[in-house]
T-cell receptor, first 115, second 112 residues
Framework: KAGVTQTPRYLIKTRGQQVTLSCSPI?????VSWYQQTPGQGLQFLFEYFSETQRNKGNFPGRFSGRQFSNSRSEMNVSTLELGDSALYLC??????????????FGQGTRLTVV | GEDVEQSLFLSVREGDSSVINCTYTDSSSTYLYWYKQEPGAGLQLLTYIFSNMDMKQDQRLTVLLNKKDKHLSLRIADTQTGDSAIYFC????????????FGRGTSLIVHP
């Protein structure tokens, strides 16, 4: 079974641009969560999608958005990039975290650098 | 304060035991997890414990839970250089969003 795939692995953008990151979950998993990881703030939850609907949202500005497609693949978009958006963005998939203890499987992440 | 707290660094000698500690604030936490992140990789679930358990052992890993003090620890016996990584503690609460809340991670450095 293929794991969680995130593309691209590395990205360099300039301030003010926008970026789209992609996540393909494990086959059969319907929940996809996104996290931002920085040295200063640790792992912060962005949002979770389940069956094409945003089910949970973290405390990030509206510049951060996402969506999920009918095949459960998910994208996140950051508009008007700021230097502070430089981070490792991690995606996790699970069958359904709402039904007790279901393991979240993480991708390798996309390293975004804003210059 | 933060919901899940961990010390940032731990350095041990190869062959010794490592103990990574974590405290959490929500008494309704149902599952508590330990994840490992190696350089350049995502997080990998190492082990978890349900809140009605005190201890769980899995080969070199021992998880201890003190629910009264809201304290969780991960003990790695016979620590090897390959154990060098960042270890994240996470809690999942009953009700609510059921999305795990992560600590900032503890960097474990194993030196020969």
């Amino acid at each position: 079974k293929a794991g969680v795939t995130q593309t691209p692995r590395y990205l360099i953008k300039t301030r003010g641009q926008q970026v789209t990151l992609s996540c393909s979950p494990i086959s059969g998993h319907r929940s996809v969560s996104w996290y931002q990881q920085t040295p200063g703030q640790g792992l912060q939850f962005l949002f979770e999608y389940f069956s094409e609907t945003q089910r949970n949202k973290g405390n990030f500005p509206g510049r951060f958005s996402g969506r999920q497609f009918s095949n459960s693949r998910s994208e996140m978009n950051v508009s008007t990039l700021e230097l502070g958006d430089s981070a490792l963005y991690l995606c996790a998939s699970s069958s359904d975290p709402g039904t007790g203890n279901t393991e979240a499987f993480f991708g390798q992440g996309t390293r975004l650098t804003v210059v | 304060g933060e919901d899940v707290e961990q010390s940032l660094f731990l350095s041990v000698r190869e062959g010794d035991s490592s103990v990574i500690n974590c405290t959490y604030t929500d008494s309704s936490s149902t599952y508590l997890y330990w994840y490992k992140q190696e350089p350049g990789a995502g997080l990998q679930l190492l082990t978890y414990i349900f809140s009605n358990m005190d201890m769980k052992q899995d080969q070199r890993l021992t998880v201890l839970l003190n629910k009264k003090d809201k304290h969780l620890s991960l003990r790695i016996a016979d620590t090897q250089t390959g154990d060098s990584a960042i270890y994240f503690c996470a809690e999942k609460r009953s009700g609510g969003s059921y999305i795990p809340t992560f600590g900032r991670g503890t960097s474990l450095i194993v030196h020969p």
